[in-house]
């Protein structure tokens, strides 16, 4: 087979995988082949396939009382167990168990604490939950390469791995937090205590990251406990970055003019790092080169009317079977328009993964329309009310004529003329979303829309 043979078979894979919505499940079944490595490949992938799947969630770094609020809320959202590493030491120490004296110490000086006791003490309970096959959430553990390096001997991979990281403010209250809460007698030299947490932090962090390479995902411990909890909560959410196939995401945004949708769509494309295609920058760019479409196209353009399918067609195909699209994803801004462009890009293969449907009146439609202006030099649509200060800006926003009202009206009817058939042939794509809802919420929408695929009861 060669190279070419090879990316055919590729794409048709995938192809088949996306139009039937498996592509997740096929990537979290190849992970778990390739770490258990059964003698019974396929008893071991009917059995998977008839439990529940399994999930393991590491949380670590940050000041504990704050980790341990998030990994309770997040343990509570995802109806897993949860494992607090702080837990088991305290009743080691309770109990005056044989590690309870060098817990104590390391408490006493603010250093870790070494890495035998941990992996002695944990290690029987994660052994625990494994065997009934729970899922879990570790908080707190492991915190060093070695800890690391341990689990995952015994088989034991997260699905994610959030790593909180202070700032040194941060970690002189998590150490002050700690000691007044573990340490029975204040310390003198509490000085030396900081410093030393601060360089074990930076370099067990550093170890962790080696570990797990890309399944790190790092944030700021810094701001508000519900804001971090919720950007962790999505991180959980997310498509991970296992080595096994994975299909970034493909979105389609619908919705009639002056909804939201290259807003929505740019703001995508950056968080997923996904390609924006716009066709309207599509078409303007043929006009620019002045081709041979770019002629047919220009006076359509300007009247507001609907421009023949088999040009759009042809130029989102081509847009989308370019490298950046099928290596990166793709986010497309207002395509298709007619059902007979959706069944086209059926035809050619191009299956999206999500289907945004925004849903806007037509008041709002003509309000928002009139108000905004394009720069011609960038493509990105301001409000006239809320205009940059920058003076470049200022001197290049224009109307556009197809903005006039009449050109709006038939731009609009179009859309409804098109909506129920284009919604359901993509009905088991589509979720509808309200336009007139705050510009953020939108965008979280959206993102719970593409995230929530990895949802554990869905599974």
């Known amino acids: 087979m060669d190279l070419k043979q090879k990316q055919d078979f590729q794409e048709e894979v995938e192809t088949f995988l996306d139009q039937y919505q498996i592509h997740d499940l096929f990537d979290y079944l190849l992970k ?25 969630l590491f949380l670590i770094g940050g000041i504990g009382s704050r980790r341990r609020q998030i990994a309770r809320e997040l343990s509570s959202r995802f109806q897993i167990e949860k494992i607090f590493l702080l837990d088991h030491l305290k009743a080691e120490v309770k109990k005056s168990g ?17 890495d035998n006791i941990i992996l002695d003490i944990m290690m029987p309970h994660i052994e625990e939950l494994e065997k009934k096959g729970s899922s879990y959430i570790l908080e707190g553990f492991p ?3 070695v800890q690391g390096l341990a689990l995952q001997r015994a088989g034991i991979i997260p699905d994610r791995l959030v790593l909180m990281v202070p700032s040194e403010s941060e970690i002189r209250a998590g150490v002050i937090e700690r000691m007044n809460e573990l340490v029975p007698v204040k310390q003198d030299n509490q000085n030396s205590i900081f410093e030393r947490a601060i360089q074990e932090f930076s370099y067990h962090a550093n170890g962790i990251r080696t570990a797990y390479n890309t399944q790190v995902y790092e944030m700021s411990a810094t701001g ?16 991970g970055r296992s080595k096994a196939p994975r299909k970034p995401p493909k979105v389609i945004i619908l919705g ?8 929505l769509a740019t703001s995508l494309a950056n968080s997923y790092g996904l390609t924006f295609v716009s066709t309207l920058q599509l078409l303007r760019d043929q006009v620019n080169r002045k081709t041979e479409t770019g002629r047919n196209v220009s006076a359509i353009i300007n009247t507001g009317e609907r421009v023949p399918d088999y040009i759009m067609t042809e130029l989102v195909r081509s847009r989308l079977k370019e490298p950046d699209c099928r290596i990166n994803g793709w986010v497309l ?11 086209s890009l059926r035809e050619f293969k ?15 439609v003509y309000e928002r329309i009139e108000q905004r202006r394009l720069d011609p030099l960038t493509g990105i649509y301001y409000n006239v009310t809320s205009l940059p200060e920058d003076e470049g800006i200022r001197s290049r926003v224009v109307f556009m004529s197809e903005d006039h009202h009449e050109n709006v009206k038939k731009r609009l009817s179009a859309y409804k003329e098109h909506y129920v058939k284009i919604h359901a042939e993509y009905s088991g794509h589509v979720t509808n979303i309200k336009a007139d809802l705050d ?20 599974d």
């Open 32 to 56: 778990e082949l390739l770490i258990d490595r059964p003698e019974e490949p396929i008893d071991y992938l009917i059995s998977k396939l008839q439990s529940k799947r399994r999930r393991r």
């Open 98 to 114: 044989k590690h309870g004296a060098a817990i104590q110490k390391a408490w006493n000086t603010g250093s870790y604490i070494p």
């Open 143 to 145: 915190r060093t390469r």
């Open 224 to 239: 508000e406990t519900s804001v971090i909890s919720s950007q962790i909560f999505r991180v959980f959410l997310a498509k």
């Open 256 to 263: 009639p003019p002056g909804s939201g949708r290259s807003s």
């Open 333 to 343: 801004d207002g395509y298709p328009k007619t059902i007979e462009q959706a069944r």
């Open 350 to 364: 191009i299956i999206p993964s999500h289907v945004l449907f925004l849903e806007c009146a037509d008041a709002l």
């Open 439 to 458: 510009f953020q919420a939108v965008v979280d929408i959206s993102r719970d829309v593409i995230e929530s695929s990895i949802l554990p009861d869905n």
